[in-house]
């Protein structure tokens, strides 16, 4: 089965920090681009960051460039997220996906909810 | 203020048609045809409905279809079914600063 399953989100004061993973399972990890992309309660889709097959590249929006960093290792098919200098705003789902092409999201994971608060 | 423009709510009957647009610039819907489509469910993730405008990925009913005109994409579901009811959302690669992914603000169809 085609499986992303992301862990590590959690409840954390602002200034804080976080790690998330993504573990891939059912298709070829190494083969895609990955992406993260997050949802704050009841809102939209947001892209936050995405990486090439070998890491070479990583890209950000840019209300998190400085503050989050994206990387990955093909050996466990898994995707990181961490997120440092956390802010009330950041507070959302936490989803990743793999990357059709140009940014087309192919396989979502269920996601992981991040909060943001004192 | 999302980047692309969708409209917060279209409403229609089972077996009938309706269309979601969603408008952004030539920076990105209209520049090149990387434009895909979502559908949420409540709680749920999204999924991919169609991508590079109209092509849809296996297992998506051929009732969903796609297209572009300038800087609006459009996605039009046929022969409503009551399953079909849920937030969509378009996205788009941007291909000038800041380079990324922008999505419009989703439109929740109901299916009276």
């Known amino acids: 089965e085609v499986q992303l399953v992301e862990s590590g989100g959690g409840l954390v004061q602002p200034g804080g920090s976080l790690r998330l993973s993504c573990t891939a399972s059912?298709?070829?990890?190494?083969?895609?681009?990955m992406n993260w992309v997050r949802q704050a309660p009841g809102k939209g889709l947001e892209w936050v960051a995405n990486?090439?097959?070998?890491?070479?590249?990583?890209y950000y929006l840019d209300s998190v460039k400085g503050r989050f960093t994206i990387s990955r290792d093909n050996a466990k098919n898994s995707l990181y997220l961490q997120m440092n200098s956390l802010r009330v705003e950041d507070t959302a789902v936490y989803y990743c996906?793999?990357?059709?092409?140009?940014?087309?999201?192919?396989?979502w994971g269920q996601g992981t909810m991040v909060t943001i608060s004192s | 203020q999302s980047a692309l423009t969708q409209p917060a709510s279209v409403s229609g009957s089972p077996g009938q048609s309706i269309t979601i647009s969603c408008t952004g610039t030539s920076s990105d819907v209209g520049g090149y045809n990387h434009v895909s489509w979502y559908q949420q469910h409540p709680g749920k993730a999204p999924k991919l409905m169609l991508y590079?405008?109209?092509n849809r990925p296996s297992g998506v009913s051929y009732r969903f279809s796609g297209s572009k005109s300038g800087n609006t994409a459009s996605l039009t579901i046929s022969g409503l079914q009551a399953e079909d009811e849920a937030d969509y959302y378009c996205?788009?690669?941007?291909?000038?600063?800041?380079?990324?992914?922008?999505f419009g603000g989703g439109t929740k169809l109901t299916v009276l």
């Open positions: 059912g298709f070829t990890f190494t083969t895609y681009w």
């Open positions: 996906a793999t990357d059709l092409g140009h940014l087309q999201f192919d396989i």
């Open positions: 590079d405008v109209s």
């Open positions: 990486i090439k097959v070998d890491g070479s590249e990583k």
């Open positions: 996205s788009s690669y941007r291909y000038s600063y800041p380079l990324g992914g922008v």
